[in-house]
């Protein structure tokens, strides 16, 4: 059971990055996914998660109309698209999974998720 996020790196504020994270070992229809993020000395936070079935997708408030969660089922991938990213964006993200027996349910607290990728480090800076 792994997870893999991919697509980081440094962009110039303004800019836009899209992250993936794909999951090895088992399929992601059936968890919830969320994007966590941890900048230099600060906690990990919730970005975002969607649901396994209709539910969400949710955004922490920073980030809503900027970022955007998707997920492909098919290619058992999950994805994070920003948009005007802020140097406050600056930090290493994070995908999760999770379950639950409402599939319309998912979590932006760290503590409901139970697999974890590596994380992939976005840079927002001129």
């Known amino acids: 059971v792994q997870l893999q996020a991919s697509g980081g790196g440094l962009v110039q504020p303004g800019g836009s990055l899209t992250l993936s994270c794909a999951a090895d070992?088992?399929?992601?229809?059936?968890?919830?996914i969320g994007w966590f993020r941890q900048a230099p000395g600060k906690e990990r936070e919730g970005v975002t998660c969607i649901a396994s079935g209709d539910g969400g997708p949710y955004y922490r408030e920073s980030v809503r109309g900027r970022f955007t969660i998707s997920r492909d089922d098919a290619k058992n991938t999950a994805y994070l698209q920003m948009n005007n990213l802020k140097p406050e964006d600056t930090a290493r993200y994070y995908c999760?999974?999770?379950?639950?027996?409402?599939?319309?349910?998912?979590?932006?607290?760290?503590?409901?998720?139970?697999?974890w990728g590596q994380g992939t480090l976005v840079t927002v800076s001129s």
């Open positions: 999760a999974t999770g379950r639950h027996s409402y599939p319309e349910i998912c979590f932006l607290s760290s503590d409901q998720y139970q697999n």
């Open positions: 070992g088992f399929t992601l229809d059936d968890y919830y």
